[in-house]
């Protein structure tokens, strides 16, 4: 069935027990269908959302030095700035520069019997010169914490399971990844990727678009779908650690975003919300209404699924940065396939 837009979601709903089934049944129909939709009454400030988009001009705004003084290839966990055409997607060049922020922690100490996926595990790089950034991102991610956490309950009651369900899983260092990115216009016939066809390889993605900016491109049933941002929505999509916990009934869905014509720019900040890199994704006994709508986890030659966060994700963070994985994990990029 052909469509024009994602479907619109009001999280307020989810507060009134007399329209929360009327919620819960849409939110499990836009992810049994789509996989991505807008959530509209979420209840983030206006103005946190005017202080993002003015913190993150200011960061891509700084001289280049000081940006490649916390570049992701100083970082032996993937975090920091990536320079403009740094990262890759299905092995072709993204057109966006942009920080990876992910929870604080310290290193692990690693030994012979360590899982690969523990050198994700680390501190951030900040910018000495815009304090701010990180004050700013610290209250995005306290409060997008909480609508994810409230999505993730909601979910659970509308697939049949115990609301939560989701909690023992994220609610130890949830593996939290911010991205901060700016994509700029791309010279004529210098092609359209901004960044490259993909699914996410987490649980759930809130997605923050600067108002007025296109470009995010959804797949469905073989059509491309513009998702333009929506006055007060963020944009939702699940990721393959749902279509694993589901068998298949909700889907990980293929998007892109294309590069901005001219001179143009856009800014845009996802918010990655997993679980805590070691768990194990069990898969849901769903009510037979459901199960029996469950096809499967989606089989890709080319992009395994693992069941634990931190090998997903470890995959994703291997493709996307070969150049970060060569200068300090040579050893495990020698014996992985991903």
Do not use: C
């Amino acid at each position: 069935m052909s469509i024009a837009s994602l479907p619109v979601l009001d999280l307020a709903l989810a507060e009134n027990p007399e329209t929360a089934e009327q919620f819960r049944t849409q939110l499990r129909d836009a992810t049994h269908d789509m996989g991505f939709f807008y959530l509209v009454g979420h209840g983030i400030p206006d103005a946190l959302q005017r202080r993002l988009l003015t913190v993150a001009r200011e960061f891509f705004a700084l001289p280049l030095t000081e940006k490649l003084a916390i570049e992701n290839l100083r970082s032996p966990h993937f975090r920091g700035y990536t320079r403009l055409g740094g990262e890759l997607t299905e092995g072709k060049q993204d057109w966006r520069e942009q920080i990876d922020i992910g929870a604080e922690q310290p290193a692990a100490t690693r030994t012979a019997t360590s899982p690969d996926w523990e050198i994700l595990q680390g501190p951030n790089q900040w910018p000495d010169a815009l304090p701010e950034l990180r004050e700013v991102i610290t209250e995005w991610n306290d409060e997008l914490t909480g609508v994810a956490l409230r999505l993730l309950r909601e979910w659970a009651v509308a697939l049949g399971q115990d609301p939560h369900i989701f909690d023992a899983a994220f609610a130890k260092d949830p593996s939290i990844l911010i991205k901060v990115v700016r994509y700029p216009g791309r010279p004529k016939d210098a092609g359209t990727q901004g960044v490259g066809g993909h699914k996410d390889a987490g649980v759930l993605t809130l997605l923050y678009v600067e108002p007025g900016k296109a470009g995010l491109q959804v797949e469905h049933d073989g059509d491309w779908i513009d998702a333009p941002p929506l006055e007060g929505a963020l944009v939702v999509n699940i990721g393959e650690l749902l279509e694993v916990a589901t068998g298949g009934y909700l889907k990980a869905t293929v998007h892109r975003v294309i590069s901005p014509e001219g001179a143009g720019e856009r800014i845009s900040v996802p918010f990655f919300f997993n679980p805590n890199y070691a768990t194990q994704v069990p898969e849901f006994d769903l009510p037979p209404e459901l199960a029996k709508h469950a096809t499967g986890v989606t089989v890709d030659a080319n992009n395994p699924i693992h069941d634990s966060y931190g090998a997903n994700a470890l995959k994703s963070r291997l493709r996307a940065h070969p150049d970060v994985a060569a200068r300090w994990w040579p050893d495990i990029v020698a014996v992985r396939l991903y």
